[in-house]
């Protein structure tokens, strides 16, 4: 493995509050688990990201996973081809609510639907 994960975020935000939940973040999720070097970085982003999508988490979890993703190497089309994948597994209104987030993390203009759309010819 040429990099190594470190993650401070349970300790910053929860160390005073929850310490156990603290250390179970930041050491063993991401520092034992996101180091474990039998899958590459990107494959774990990638399986993360369809984690929470399957979970409906679309919050600022996923946000921060797609960037990471972006930053492991996931292109807008891998990411698309993913998401497309997975929405056919968990659900059409999950795929949506993950392209909104996957669009903006891949900085891509999110155009609004017209009236057009949706009506039935």
């Not at 975020?9 to 929860?14: D, I, K, N, Y």
Request: aromatic share 10%.
């Amino acid at each position: 493995m040429s990099e190594k994960v470190i993650q401070t975020a349970g300790r910053e935000s929860l160390g005073q509050f929850a310490p156990m939940f603290a250390h179970l973040n930041d050491d063993v999720l991401f520092g034992e688990v996101w180091n474990e070097d039998v899958l590459s970085i990107k494959t774990k982003c990638i399986i993360t990201v369809v984690s929470l999508m399957a979970s409906g988490i679309t919050d600022s979890s996923l946000t921060y996973h797609l960037q990471n993703a972006k930053n492991h190497g996931v292109t807008r089309e891998e990411i698309a081809a993913i998401i497309t994948h997975a929405t056919m597994y968990v659900g059409w209104p999950k795929g949506w609510a993950v392209f909104r987030l996957a669009k903006e993390v891949w900085n891509e203009e999110i155009v609004e639907t017209s009236e057009e759309y949706g009506k039935l010819k």
